[in-house]
């Protein structure tokens, strides 16, 4: 599991560089990321892989993970500052999608990402990032079942 964590953070990162590569070509002025900035990035994607991995673990079926994009992921990603900053949110008088942002692992990514390519402090966000990273891996190690592919494969008429 671990060696798949990592080779599905590598390949969310290859993506954020793709991505950036063409903001770069069509003319957006960014600034050069440093060193915290890409440990951010590196720490959100194993975040994010892991929950993905969690996620896996306990979804029997593909044809749930639509109902997981719509009912899990999507929700936290619109409740978190990926869209707009944390600040705004409450300045706008939405309290209660302030509070569910500042609550989102999702927010405390992006905000890290967002402070540290400035070079500014992000606060708690590297260890909200971290330890739900952390969590959400020994969660999908504790819930998997290396027999659980090769025994649906027998039912269903497969080998074995």
């Given at each position: 599991?671990?060696?798949?964590?990592?080779a599905?953070?590598?390949?969310?990162?290859?993506?954020?560089?793709?991505?950036?590569?063409?903001?770069?070509?069509?003319?957006?002025?960014?600034?050069?990321?440093?060193?915290?900035?890409i440990?951010?990035?590196?720490?959100?994607a194993?975040?994010?892989?892991?929950?993905?991995?969690?996620?896996?673990?306990?979804?029997?079926?593909?044809?749930?993970?639509?109902?997981?994009m719509?009912?899990?992921?999507?929700?936290?990603?619109?409740?978190?500052?990926?869209?707009?900053?944390?600040?705004?949110?409450?300045?706008?008088?939405?309290?209660?999608?302030?509070?569910?942002?500042?609550?989102?692992?999702?927010?405390?990514?992006?905000?890290?990402?967002?402070?540290?390519?400035?070079?500014?402090?992000?606060?708690?966000?590297?260890?909200?990032?971290?330890?739900v990273?952390?969590?959400?891996?020994?969660?999908?190690?504790?819930g998997?079942?290396?027999?659980?592919?090769?025994?649906?494969?027998g039912?269903?008429?497969?080998?074995?």
């Amino acid at each position: 599991l671990a060696c798949k964590l990592v080779a599905t953070a590598v390949l969310s990162l290859a993506q954020a560089a793709a991505f950036l590569a063409v903001a770069a070509l069509i003319g957006t002025q960014l600034p050069w990321p440093g060193v915290h900035a890409i440990a951010a990035a590196v720490a959100a994607a194993l975040m994010f892989g892991a929950l993905g991995l969690l996620l896996s673990v306990h979804i029997r079926q593909l044809e749930n993970f639509a109902g997981t994009m719509n009912f899990v992921i999507f929700p936290m990603y619109f409740i978190s500052t990926a869209l707009y900053p944390l600040w705004k949110l409450q300045e706008s008088g939405a309290e209660w999608v302030y509070q569910l942002a500042r609550f989102n692992p999702f927010t405390h990514a992006v905000e890290w990402i967002r402070f540290a390519w400035y070079g500014k402090d992000p606060g708690l966000a590297p260890w909200v990032v971290v330890g739900v990273g952390v969590a959400c891996f020994v969660l999908a190690c504790r819930g998997y079942d290396p027999r659980r592919s090769f025994a649906t494969l027998g039912r269903k008429g497969g080998p074995g």
